[in-house]
């Protein structure tokens, strides 16, 4: 079965220092990638998601990161945090069928960062 | 403007009442996804509607896509405390993304 992970779970840091989220998926290979931000309560904002290895496509302008080394590992990442960045980042894969329509996205456990 | 839209936005109820929660839209999806999420979790998956005016029962939830594929509803019967959560709606949008709607936040009171 395949198992989606987040590390670290909760991160609190200051104002202008770096960030650096990181999500592994096992039990599968070459799935699309998703980053979320969350907003208390909210739904969901994508930030980036990921077709393959090196393949990154941004939706939101912001000072944020994505890459994604190998297959299974995608990276979030910001060179001077702000505080509009703190919220929920939640990682996601998707499990393609073959059929679009019946495509679906499975989330990890969240990040939840505050930047003070 | 949002995609989806979803209805109503906070429901608080007492246990062993029915409700019902929408997900709407002006374009036709493919397919919508139901997820629950609880406090400092990730979504879980549901439910996946495909064909347009299907209905899916899992236990005492059912989930129906709309004839048009542009809207659906759940339904909840006989709520429990453990069915408390923010309930979201998507749906596939440009092939590789999908797009999620802003939530209900369900309160139900023992």
């Known amino acids: 079965s395949q198992t989606i992970h987040q590390w670290p779970a909760t991160l609190v840091q200051p104002v202008g220092s770096p960030l650096s989220l990181e999500c592994t998926v096992e039990g599968t290979s070459n799935p699309n990638l998703y980053w979320y931000r969350q907003a208390a309560g909210r739904g969901l904002q994508l930030l980036f998601y990921?077709?393959?290895?090196?393949?990154i496509s941004s939706e939101v302008p912001q000072n944020l990161s994505a890459s994604r080394p190998q297959d299974r590992q995608f990276i979030l990442s910001s060179k001077k945090l702000l505080l509009s960045d703190s919220g929920f980042y939640l990682c996601?894969?998707?499990?393609?069928?073959?059929?679009?329509?019946?495509?679906?996205?499975?989330f990890g456990p969240g990040t939840r960062l505050t930047v003070l | 403007t949002q995609l989806l839209e979803q209805s109503p936005q906070f429901l608080s109820i007492q246990e062993g009442e029915n409700l019902t929660v929408y997900c709407n839209s002006s374009?036709?999806?493919?397919?919508l996804q139901w997820y629950r999420q609880e406090p400092g979790e990730g979504p879980v998956l549901l439910v996946t509607v495909v064909t347009g005016g299907e209905v899916k029962k899992l236990k005492r939830l059912t989930f129906q896509f709309g004839d048009a594929r542009k809207d659906s509803s759940l339904h909840i019967t006989a709520a429990q405390p453990g069915d408390t959560g923010l309930y979201l709606c998507a749906g596939p949008f440009y092939g590789q993304n999908f797009v999620f709607g802003p939530g209900t936040r369900l309160s139900v009171l023992p």
């Open positions: 374009s036709v999806f493919s397919s």
């Open positions: 990921s077709v393959g290895i090196g393949q």
């Open positions: 996601a894969w998707r499990q393609e069928r073959g059929i679009a329509s019946t495509d679906t996205q499975y």
